[in-house]
C-alpha cells in the first residue's frame, strides 16, 4: 500500500531526501551530440567533467515519478553543456519541468519536426506535451536546478535523437545563447 510522503528538495543543489535512486552523465558520454568534436575530445582528456545528474523519487506501483536533474555550467566549442534529449517510449505521456534555480532553454521537437524552446528560470515551470523530444540546455554560469514529473512507466527513448540529432542547436554567440539549425540534422 502506497502511503503519502514529504520529499524535501532542496532549490540550489537539487539533493532529494529522501530519494529512491540516481546517477549521473560524465561528458565523456554525450560524445556525438556535440557539433565540434576536437573540443569535444580536449574537453573530455581535461578531466571528463560531470554533465548532469539524475536524483529519482518513485515507488513501485505508484503512477507518478519526480525528482531533479541538477546541470552543470560548461560549453563544448560554442555549444552549451545539454542533456541527451528523449521522446518517451509512451508516446501518450507528457512532462513538466519546473525550474529552481540557474538558467538554461528547453529544446523541444515533435515527431513531425516542430520546434520549440521554453526559457528555463526560477518560477517557470515547462509543459512537455506528448510525443514532443526535449533537451535540456544550461544556458548559464551556475548549476541549473530543476524538477520533473512524469508517469512513472513514460520510459526514455533515446535513439531517434542519438541517430539524427535535433532539428536545431543552442550555441553562444556575442555572450549569449542562441537557437540555430543543426547543420548536422540527418532527416
Not at 519541468?97 to 520549440?116: A, F, M, P, V
Not at 524538477?147 to 513514460?154: E, G
Request: glycine fraction near 10%; hydrophobic fraction near 35%; charged fraction near 30%.
Amino acid at each position: 500500500m502506497l502511503l503519502p510522503a514529504g520529499v524535501r528538495i532542496d532549490p540550489n543543489t537539487g539533493a532529494v531526501e529522501p530519494a529512491t535512486a540516481s546517477y549521473t552523465k560524465r561528458l565523456s558520454e554525450l560524445r556525438g551530440l556535440f557539433q565540434d568534436r576536437q573540443a569535444f575530445d580536449a574537453t573530455v582528456a581535461d578531466g571528463d567533467p560531470l554533465a548532469y545528474e539524475v536524483i529519482d523519487y518513485r515507488w513501485k506501483d505508484s503512477d507518478l515519478a519526480f525528482g531533479t536533474t541538477i546541470m552543470a555550467p560548461g560549453k563544448v566549442g560554442d555549444e552549451y553543456f545539454m542533456t541527451r534529449g528523449h521522446f518517451h517510449e509512451r508516446r501518450e505521456c507528457g512532462e513538466t519541468y519546473y525550474t529552481q534555480s540557474g538558467e538554461g532553454l528547453l529544446l523541444l521537437q515533435s515527431r513531425d519536426g516542430e520546434t520549440r524552446t521554453v526559457e528555463m528560470k526560477p518560477g517557470i515551470c515547462a509543459f512537455i506535451p506528448p510525443d514532443w523530444a526535449h533537451r535540456s540546455i544550461n544556458t548559464g554560469k551556475d548549476k541549473l536546478v530543476f524538477v520533473w514529473h512524469c508517469a512513472t512507466d513514460a520510459g526514455h527513448e533515446y535513439g531517434e535523437i542519438l541517430e539524427k540529432g535535433m532539428r536545431k542547436l543552442v550555441v553562444e554567440r556575442d555572450g549569449r545563447p542562441e537557437v540555430i539549425d543543426n547543420p548536422n540534422f540527418m532527416r
